[in-house]
DNA sequence: CCCTTATATGAGTCAATGCTTATGCGCTAT
DNA sequence: ATAGCGCATAAGCATTGACTCATATAAGGG
């Protein structure tokens, strides 16, 4: 199962974001998502198993009591997948803070540029 | 359709990746896809709408053509919801090289504001 | 105009996945 | 020992979603 699979299904994200602070039991786990979710307790342990079985969380025994943690490396997997968009979204935040900027200034000094030189409008998006 | 379950397909996040070095036809992404995972023109095609519907891609018409470009909104949501675990594997030390990049770049894009006076990220939510 | 090219849509099928109920199995405590 | 808790697994069912083939629409070139 690939790693954006696994994150597909919100209970298991809701979980993960659980684990993030620290270990948590199964129960105390269960015991959220049932609330939040409206699901059974073997649903919730059928999804502790798909975050096990790929990697996304360790399990350890306390007693009776399983112990579950975060696995970071499906998710830093997923954080370099995102590596090659970064450019992207920098380019759209640089232009949008230089909007901004070009924005605030104009507005203080309103004769600093004449009209008509700035960057035209990106395209819109379209409905074919 | 949740981000994660848009990324969850192979063939939408190989479309992602062809898309993200700028824009390209719908044909072109359609050859490399069939010849990569032997799927059908209309298979691609319906890969290509759940992209659009779901903020992944903007289209806009060339002629006959259809000129597909990355959108990043939905992946910067991604990028987000990952924040909250990146402490998990700082702690595990193992991305040492991926956090001083990233460091570096997000230092030049806040350059004016310093660090720890921005808000705290929300509980997860939908965007619709 | 007709034919071809480029892309989108519709209907139907099949497999994957997530849920439920029922049950198993190891700890813990009485 | 035995009952009860905590958690996992099994089996069965329903839903979702990705594919195929067939077809629609629209633009461009003779």
């Known amino acids: 199962m690939h790693a954006f699979d696994v994150l597909g299904d919100p209970v298991r994200r809701r979980v993960l974001e659980l684990l993030a602070d620290g270990e948590r039991s ?8 049932r609330e939040e979710f409206g699901i ?3 649903a919730v342990s059928q999804h502790l198993r798909v975050l096990r ?3 996304f969380a360790r399990v350890r025994a306390d007693g009776a009591r399983r112990l579950y943690a975060v696995e970071p ?7 370099r997948w995102l590596e090659r968009f970064r450019g ?7 232009a949008l ?6 924005g605030k200034r104009e ?3 309103r004769e600093e540029r004449p009209p008509g030189t700035g ?10």
Not at 26 to 33: D, H, L, N
Not at 73 to 79: G, K, S
Request: avoid cysteine.
């Open 88 to 94: 992207t979204w920098d380019r759209h935040l640089d």
């Open 97 to 102: 803070a230089t909007e901004l900027a070009r």
């Open 119 to 128: 960057p035209v409008d990106p395209p819109e998006e379209e409905r074919p």
């Open 53 to 55: 079985e790929n990697g």
């Open 107 to 109: 507005r203080r000094l």
């Open 26 to 33: 199964a129960g105390e786990v269960t015991a959220v998502v």
């Open 40 to 42: 059974s307790q073997p």
């Open 73 to 79: 490396a499906p998710l830093q997997d997923v954080d």
